[in-house]
């Protein structure tokens, strides 16, 4: 499909697919027709691995490398000892594992439990009861949101509670919260993050989204720096004057342009790494930034116990 927008259908520009798994696949089809591909929804370290072949490849999203470490800091910060991690088998959880468990380790945290599951896994109860079993004090899990809802609903149904409880995507994302219910996701942690009180260009992205979304909520996973990556996209196409491929990417390559996430430039690898926040957290009705540092919009707190049953 890709290539056939490219060789047939001439089309001037694509974007990307959604899922870190597709990301890496469709890169190296962009750069071997020299077209750009800006990564959205996605991010690995194995792309790091390949990035110095794809020239035409920009990486947008914080990942794994750059959330772990907070997480863990995080983590032992409300005073975690012991750690369930499970994760879906594919690209995004099997690498959030091989780098989140050396991280844990770092800050003295035991990793009592690692396991995996099929991607299409329609219960998820075992892997909770067996964390309950072990007596660890955060759950863990790598996923996507539709295995991120299942496993919290699951958590409450059967009143399997943790002190810390994490969902690497998902938790960022309104449906998740309409999904679960604003009451059960206080206190769950995902990736992400950002929110109005990050910065006044957050802030003004937020109330644009509000005008033409009226009644509908951000979500605060990578939306922001999606947006900002499309702000800097057009002012390269702007500056170079031309649709040339070759031209525009120069560009991206080497500008620095304001965008609502605030002075937007690419490293000499070509990723991102001006992000507002790497892990949130549900604070009365606010996914705050928790991580250690200047980013930090509110401390991380214990979960508390999922509500009761009516």
């Keep these: 499909m890709l290539e056939k927008l490219i060789l047939e259908d001439k089309v001037d520009f694509v974007f990307p697919p959604w899922g870190t798994a597709f990301l890496y696949a469709a890169g190296p089809i962009a750069n071997k027709h020299n077209y750009i591909m800006i990564g959205?929804?996605?991010?690995?370290?194995?792309?790091?691995?390949?990035?110095?072949?794809?020239?035409?490849?920009?990486?947008?999203?914080?990942?794994s490398r750059d959330q772990m470490p907070a997480l863990a800091?995080?983590?032992?910060?409300?005073?975690?000892?012991t750690v369930a991690v499970v994760h879906h088998e594919d690209l995004h959880?099997?690498?959030?594992?091989?780098?989140?468990?050396?991280?844990?380790?770092?800050?003295?945290?035991?990793?009592?439990?690692?396991?995996?599951?099929?991607?299409?896994?329609?219960?998820?109860?075992?892997?909770?009861?067996?964390?309950?079993?072990?007596?660890?004090?955060?759950?863990?899990?790598?996923?996507?949101?539709?295995?991120?809802?299942?496993?919290?609903?699951?958590a409450v149904e059967l009143g399997i509670d943790f002190k810390a409880f994490f969902v690497s995507v998902?938790?960022?994302?309104?449906?998740?919260v309409q999904a679960v219910g604003k009451d059960v996701s206080e206190g769950i942690m995902g990736g992400g993050a950002w929110n109005v009180k990050s910065?006044?260009?957050?802030?003004?992205?937020?109330?644009?989204?509000?005008?033409?979304?009226?009644?509908?909520?951000?979500?605060?996973?990578g939306e922001l720096y999606f947006y900002s990556s499309l702000q800097h996209f057009q002012q390269d196409i702007e500056e170079a004057g031309t649709l040339d491929q070759s031209k525009?990417?120069?560009?991206?390559a080497t500008k620095t342009y304001n965008t609502f996430t605030g002075p937007f430039k690419y490293d000499p690898d070509r990723f991102f790494r001006g992000h507002l926040g790497q892990i949130g957290q549900w604070q009365k009705g606010i996914f705050e930034v928790v991580d250690p540092g200047e980013h930090r919009t509110a401390a991380p707190i214990v979960k508390p116990a999922w509500p009761k049953k009516q």
Excluded at 73 to 81: T, Y
Excluded at 170 to 176: H, K
Excluded at 248 to 252: A, D, G, T, V
């Design 73 to 81: 800091q995080i983590l032992a910060e409300i005073g975690v000892k």
């Design 170 to 176: 998902g938790p960022a994302f309104p449906f998740f």
């Design 248 to 252: 525009i990417r120069e560009l991206l």
């Design 40 to 63: 959205a929804a996605g991010g690995a370290v194995r792309l790091e691995e390949i990035m110095p072949d794809l020239p035409y490849f920009f990486q947008v999203l914080n990942y």
């Design 93 to 154: 959880g099997v690498e959030y594992a091989e780098v989140g468990v050396p991280e844990f380790k770092k800050v003295g945290i035991d990793v009592k439990l690692l396991k995996s599951f099929p991607l299409g896994t329609k219960d998820l109860s075992p892997l909770l009861k067996e964390a309950k079993s072990l007596g660890v004090d955060a759950f863990v899990a790598f996923v996507y949101p539709e295995e991120g809802i299942l496993v919290t609903q699951q």
């Design 199 to 221: 910065s006044e260009g957050a802030k003004q992205f937020a109330d644009l989204f509000h005008k033409y979304y009226p009644g509908e909520e951000c979500n605060y996973w």
